[in-house]
């Protein structure tokens, strides 16, 4: 079966079996193309109010920890000594944001693997640099995008390595107005969301959550 992620028809295998990653796929507007199609929708996780909640309660403790870790390197990179409360009211709602985002593509892709037999999937080649944002209102405009999320997705299952994945050139598809907006300048600012998408974020807090 063929891993959809996103809206974007361009990264679907229509000649395929289909998992659409979630209803955000299936755009209505597009109703006459994907209903055409052989596929399967998986069902969301946060459905479930009674796993909603007890992964709240569990998201907001890898926060704190991350705001603890985070304050000290960043209390580092600017050579001062502000406290957590200081660094909380800086970046916290970024922080707390990014951390639910994240978790939640996350258990999509693990349900989708778990629970089909997914041979392949497209990810469009992207620089990680390009989905830094500036500030909270980029974050914003980004994770409401298919472009954003078809890249946090793409970074999830690369890391799994559950299937074959075929990379689709980026400069080609920009050429197309899908993506000329979305594309933002790179900017350095929050470069520490590169730093948590790492082994130890998915690996060990990720993987405990879900046994």
Known sequence: MFLATTADERTWKKDDKILFLGE??????????????????????????????????????????????????LNIIHNCDQSIRYWRIIIGVWLKNFIEIL????????????????????????DNDNWTPRDMEQFHQFYISD????????????YMSFCIIKNIDNERLLQSNYYKDDIPNKHNNFQLISNLFNKRFLGIYFYKSCQ
């Not at 978790?103 to 992207?126: L, P, Q």
């Open 147 to 158: 472009s954003w999320n078809h890249f946090i997705f793409g970074e999830i299952i690369k």
């Open 24 to 73: 955000w796929c299936k755009l209505y507007s597009r109703k006459h193309i994907w209903s055409q199609l052989n596929y399967e929708t998986l069902p969301y996780h946060w459905d479930d109010r009674n796993k909603f909640k007890k992964d709240s309660v569990y998201l907001e403790s890898v926060y704190e920890e991350y705001l603890r870790e985070i304050s000290q390197k």
């Open 103 to 126: 978790f939640d593509r996350y258990i999509n892709i693990k349900n989708a693997v778990e629970s089909y037999n997914i041979k392949s999937t497209w990810i469009i080649n992207a």
